[in-house]
Nanobody, 115 residues
Framework: QVQLVESGGGLVQAGGSLRLSCAASGSIFSINTMGWYRQVPGKQREFVARITSGGSTNYSDSVKGRFTISRDNAKNTVYLQMNSLKPEDTAVYYC?????????WGQGTQVTVSS
């Protein structure tokens, strides 16, 4: 089992920045891809960014150029630096990790961007 705990969410004004963290614990050996998704009430969870164990990254078009995902394998932690935040970035952000084809999820952290 893999446990994921997110932190760093909060309330910020439009144009501001936040950094989310996600710490993995438990059976962390062989975790491959880690990433972030987000969800607003009434909508499907959507992909934000991912990073492989080798450091390759992918971003959704809506955050490309504003968000940066990074990973500290020694600390088993993945980060999401969010800059130039917009009200439409408001959502619950979930950390995810994949291992042997199985996806693990954190409990989510709320990000609210005021206009």
């Amino acid at each position: 089992q893999v446990q994921l705990v997110e932190s760093g969410g909060g309330l910020v004004q439009a144009g501001g920045s936040l950094r989310l963290s996600c710490a993995a614990s438990g059976s962390i050996f062989s975790i491959n891809t880690m990433g972030w998704y987000r969800q607003v009430p009434g909508k499907q969870r959507e992909f934000v960014a991912r990073i492989t164990s080798g450091g390759s990254t992918n971003y959704s078009d809506s955050v490309k150029g504003r968000f940066t995902i990074s990973r500290d394998n020694a600390k088993n932690t993945v980060y999401l630096q969010m800059n130039s935040l917009k009200p439409e970035d408001t959502a619950v952000y979930y950390c995810t990790a994949s291992k042997y084809g199985r996806a693990y999820w954190g409990q989510g952290t709320q990000v609210t961007v005021s206009s």
